[in-house]
């Protein structure tokens, strides 16, 4: 080789080189950063949410609009961070990238439990975290934690009127039996038909509160009164605005893992969180890095993906998924029909919707539950599925036809359907409607407001179709999306394989092995009834910039625990300055 | 000689009929008016014929590609579900006429009835009325439309009737200074004392005096009602989706892929502005045309005076 062809070579091999690292500098891959550098304390870490919290109690209202509980007040047990990437040095068991989910006990650390003891199916030990201290504001004035308020708490949760465990499992809020026997063992009791609801939502769903703080104001729902034992204090809401936060300099929790090992908890000086409804202007804030963390769809990512700087993640997330529900309980509704439901999925062209819709960024099968390698084992993918299922996956509008002809409908009806009248229901549905006109099936929309919507769902209230939510991966054993009365079982299913398959989960669980089994088994059965139709879900992203150290795209740790892992990460300030300078 | 010239004249312009002789002097005296009167008839037309001249459905999905530029298959490209935004563009016209004929209509009838009761009536009847009206109009517009439709849901129908009945009262106080306006005149006494009852006077004498400001009302309405159900739809209280308002399309495209395909929200957008536009320079040269007081140069006594003799 002469030296001239070497250096030509060498210049092609150069152009191929860049071209490959330009095509990776768009971001494409994912960054997994193992954390190397002693985490340093201070910086403000600036979230976005769409809406004001509306309540700040969850005795109030449900815990899925208490948002700020969960940095100021805190539960029992938690997510366990170590058994999560960690910065790269957790076990990597879970990722805590979903929305809250994730419920598995295998996967939790005390919080203020620092350790239990589940006796048979009646009775769970706490055994208290001793020295943690209240936030120092009136009327606790920095008191250390009792049983007392756990018990308290606990209780409230089982009396108020308005608490979502006492509307939600009123026979299991009656029969909890909660005791301390001592200032830092708290006791709760129930019936065994009951355990399953008992350890999903007492230890690591409940917030605890002072019992003189609840005392004195009544309920903890005014912001003003906020008091835990949380890492961050809330100082300051301004509706339509912000929510801002400031470090609790008397926390209890040191850094479990990593080069900031042993470290006392949080890093940050404080959080805001600001109100921008509106997503083009939240992804402008991220952009310009006013935002330092921000969630979104994959449509919404493609700009951020061209942007090499950035971190990100792409996850799948169970959380506010919906599906079509049918009314299968009526006799003449056309739905109780089996090869009804079936003709449907038949004539909806999930693969296309998917492609077209979603670009080909995300899965065909979510319902009943979606794939979490938390929970492999109670999933079976689509691929290994009978054929006969597989095919409710694909689009034969003319099968559909023939089934409907069969069940005597052979130029198809008129139905009506309910959902929120919100992009992320109408687009998909607008689909829908379109290819069920194809086979003769004329979809009414009917969309509502959030407030109509979601009194209707509570009571399942429609007629013939209501396009809503249905249970995350974590109640997955008590199969509540397709067995009993409540709102998740939206087709109003009662199916004496799926009852049996219920009870058998609940005898066997907290053997989660055992359970992933039976529902593994039972995953081809509940599909094949059609109870429910379930579009495609896309894949969430979530953008980080890379100041923000020891973050790797986790959102709750534990189960429903929005924003708690911002007591393990820390800002590189130099590293933003320097950033937002260039 | 001058009278001799001038008389034939006159007698040929008031032979013709009220609507033949309007339309001539809305092209004679008003070109703006005639451009928006045919942008109107456009509309109108559009609107009748949109099975005719859609390519495509409104809501057939992925006749094209997804967020399609303009192209010689899909002129104005396709939306998000990979719909024809011309086809959506063209129901759309559908849509807007519908909704800007029937709300001017309801509340034409609407003010129509409660200003001549009230002007002509008057007394106890007029000030309890036109106190609720008083009432009626302190309420910021949008923020009433939209809370009743909070309340009645979104669709067609409950979009019609809301808007109707909301432009209808306000604009009641309009129709009402009309009858006032004419209440004194002697034709009237003339009536009572022949004996004519109330119903009679109203139907035969005050409404056919009151006409002119009522056509320019609706005029106005049709613009107006179609900008209101273009807001509504666009703030998701209007017409759901499938439905292809402008408005609507706005709003649940548009605003989101503004910067991926800005296309989604120009043409609605652009649509939307020149029928109003339209609609308004007709309604303002009907105004101009069948308003006595406006003559300023541009009604028939000025058109008149440059006929007659230096």
């Known amino acids: ?582 | 000689m001058a009278q001799v010239e001038l008389a034939p004249t006159f007698r040929e312009e008031r032979a013709r009929s009220f609507w033949a002789d309007l339309l001539i002097r809305l092209v004679r005296e008003k070109p703006l008016g005639t451009v928006g009167g045919a942008i109107v008839l456009l509309l109108l037309l559009v609107g009748l014929l949109a099975n005719v001249l859609a390519p495509f459905g409104y809501n057939e999905t992925y006749v094209g590609p997804r967020l399609a530029i303009p192209s010689p298959d899909h002129l104005l490209g396709c939306d998000q579900l990979g719909r024809d935004l011309l086809s959506r563009i063209i129901y759309g016209a559908r849509v807007s006429t519908i909704v800007g004929l029937s709300v001017a209509g309801i509340s034409v009838l609407l003010s129509t009835f409660i200003g001549i009761i009230c002007g002509y009536i008057g007394g106890k009847l007029d000030i309890i009325a036109q106190r609720f009206v008083d009432a009626w109009m302190c309420i910021p517009g949008l923020f009433l439309i939209l809370t009743i439709m909070a309340v009645t849901g979104p669709g067609m129908v409950p979009v019609i009737v809301v808007l109707g009945i909301a432009f209808g009262i306000g604009q009641s106080r309009i129709v009402r200074g009309a009858v006032m306006g004419i209440k004194a005149n002697t034709y009237l006494e003339a009536a009572r004392a022949v004996g004519c009852s109330t119903g009679r006077i109203l139907w035969k004498h005050v409404l056919p005096n009151v006409t002119a400001p009522i056509i320019v009302l609706f005029t106005i309405t049709v613009g107006g009602a179609i900008l209101t159900e273009a807001t509504i739809s666009f703030l998701g209280l209007g017409l759901p989706p499938p439905t292809p308002s402008w408005g609507g399309m706005l709003s649940e495209a548009g605003r989101r892929y503004m910067l991926m395909a800005p296309h989604l929200a120009v043409w609605p957008g652009l649509f939307l502005a020149i029928v109003v536009y339209g609609i308004n320079m007709l309604g303002d040269a009907m105004r101009d045309l069948l308003d006595p007081r406006l003559r300023g140069g541009l009604g028939r006594y000025d058109v008149a005076k440059k006929k007659l003799p230096k």
């Open chain 1, 1 to 582: 080789m002469t030296r001239r062809t070497f250096v030509v070579c060498l210049l092609i091999l150069g152009l191929i080189a860049g071209l490959v690292s330009s095509s990776c500098a768009g971001g494409v891959k994912e960054t997994v950063t193992v954390e190397k550098e002693k985490p340093v304390y201070g910086g403000i870490l600036t979230t976005a949410a769409a809406a004001d919290p509306p309540a700040f109690d969850d005795a109030v209202q449900p815990h899925y609009v208490t948002g700020t509980l969960k940095l100021t007040n805190e539960e029992l047990w938690t997510g366990d961070w170590t058994k999560g990437i960690a910065g790269g040095h957790g076990t990597k068991e879970c990722d805590w990238f979903t929305g809250g989910g994730l419920n598995r006990l295998e996967h939790k650390a005390g919080a203020l439990a620092e350790s239990w003891e589940i006796q048979g199916k009646e009775t769970i030990i706490f055994h208290l975290r001793k020295g943690v201290k209240w936030h120092n504001k009136p009327p606790t004035n920095g008191r250390e934690l009792t049983a007392e308020d756990v018990v308290f708490s606990l209780k409230r949760q089982c009396t108020a009127p308005t608490a979502y465990f006492k509307r939600t499992y009123p026979k299991a809020a009656e029969t909890l039996e909660i005791t301390a026997p001592d200032p830092y063992t708290v006791v709760v009791k129930t019936k065994p038909e009951y355990f399953g609801d008992v350890i999903t939502l007492i230890p690591d769903y409940m917030c605890i509160f002072p019992k003189d703080a609840v005392e004195q104001f009544g309920n903890m729902n005014d912001w003003k009164n906020s008091i835990g034992t949380g890492p961050f204090m809330l100082t300051e809401f301004v509706p339509g605005s912000v929510i801002s936060y400031v470090r609790n300099p008397a926390y209890w929790e040191k850094n479990p893992i990593g080069p900031g090992k042993g470290d006392q908890l949080p890093y940050l000086d404080g959080i805001k969180t600001l109100i921008i409804p509106d997503e083009s202007t939240a992804d402008a804030a991220f952009r310009t890095g006013q935002l330092d963390i921000l969630t979104c769809d994959w449509e919404r990512a493609q700009q951020f993906l061209r942007m090499p700087q950035l971190k990100h993640i792409r996850y799948l997330d169970d959380y506010g998924q919906a599906c079509i529900y049918m009314r299968t309980d009526k006799k003449d509704s056309p739905f109780a029909d089996k090869r009804v439901r079936q003709a449907l999925w038949l004539a909806i062209d999930n693969k296309r919707i998917l492609d077209e819709y979603y670009g080909g960024e995300g899965v065909l099968l979510k319902w009943p539950i979606m794939y979490f390698k938390e929970y492999a084992g109670a999933y079976v993918p689509l691929e290994q599925m009978p054929k006969a299922v597989q095919e409710l996956f694909e689009y034969h509008p003319d099968k559909a036809k023939q089934l409907l002809t069969e069940a005597g409908y052979p130029n198809g009806f008129k139905a009506k359907i309910i959902c929120y009248n919100q992009r992320a229901y109408m687009d998909p549905l607008q689909m829908v409607q379109d290819m069920l006109s194809k086979v003769g099936i004329q979809l009414e929309i009917e969309p509502k407001d959030y407030a109509t919507f979601t009194s209707l769902i509570v009571r399942r209230a429609y007629d013939d179709m209501l396009f809503a939510f249905y249970s995350g991966i974590g109640t997955y054993f008590k199969s509540i999306n397709y067995t009993g009365p409540g709102m998740y079982n939206g087709s109003y299913v009662d199916d004496p394989v799926l009852n049996r398959a219920r009870d058998q989960m609940l005898a066997a669980y907290p053997d989660e092995a055992a359970v992933d089994k039976i529902h593994r088994e039972l995953l081809p059965y509940i599909l094949e009834q059609a109870y429910v139709l379930a579009l495609p879900a896309s894949y969430n992203y979530r953008f980080w910039w890379p100041w923000v150290k020891n973050y790797s795209g986790e959102a709750s740790v534990g189960y429903y625990n929005v924003l708690n892992y911002t007591k393990y990460i820390w800002i590189d300030q130099e590293l933003k300055k320097s950033m937002q300078s260039k």
